[in-house]
C-alpha cells in the first residue's frame, strides 16, 4: 500500500512539473510609450514615431505637409 501511495506521489510530483514547463512565459513586459493621435488622421501613433509640429503630431510627413499646406492657404486668405 505505501509502494502505491510513494508511487502515486512521485506520479503527480512528475506531471506537475512538466505542466509547470508546459505553461507558456508571461510575455516581457513592453517599454511603453505615449500615444498621440495623427491631426489629419486620428491615427493613434507612438509619440516616438509622431512628426511633431508645436503641440500637434502627424503619423506620416505627409499628413505633416498636407496640414502646413491648409494652413499656409488658410493664412493666405487674411493676408491682403
Ligand atoms: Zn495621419
Redesign the pocket.
Known sequence: MTKFLLFALIAWLIIKLLKRQQRPNPPPAEKTDDMVA?A??A?HIPKSEAISSQTLF???EA?FLARNKQGESALGKFTP
Open positions: 495623427c489629419v488622421c491615427v502627424y503619423c506620416s499628413h
